[in-house]
């Protein structure tokens, strides 16, 4: 049996047309709701991590300190702990962009424009997240760190923790109150 034939007979089989009409429409549905995605994922570093909503540098700074110290004390040993971070810049915006790909010949162009917002005058990018300062090293006091094994403890937890190399850390003795 031929192509032709097999048409004619798929014509008068009512039920192969149903499912031939039922899949295309399928198909057109899928293409038109893949218009309303650009197709590309945006990944951040994993050292960088969005700030909640109205919090400052600062206040990231120190709150990272605390939960630092509340982690580090944890390590069996460590004694008391106390933590200053240093970071390189301050909350840095990422602005939401819409893109156009063009292809033709053998080249491909790519525009991308930044989501506008407002109006009346007053227009303004669209942020799309505020990225956390970046954490460029770490001073760290513990009582516990007389021992050798301890402070080797505390130099990969904080190495961990904070994303950063143990060459960006320091790890001390804390002295006693008087």
Known sequence: MEIPEKIKNMKSDRKMMTAVIV??????LLIMLSGFTDGSKKSSPSSETALPAGMSSES???????????FLQRIDGAGEVRAFLKVGSEQRYVYATEGKKTVSDNKAEEEEKYVMIGGNGGKNALIETV????????????????DPAVREQVYRAAAAALGIPTAKIYVARLRSPA
């Open 23 to 28: 899949l295309g429409a399928a198909g057109l």
């Open 131 to 146: 990225e956390a300062p970046e954490i460029e090293g770490a001073v760290i006091l513990c009582s516990g760190c007389g």
């Open 60 to 70: 990231y700074c120190s709150e990272t300190e605390k939960r630092l110290e509340g």
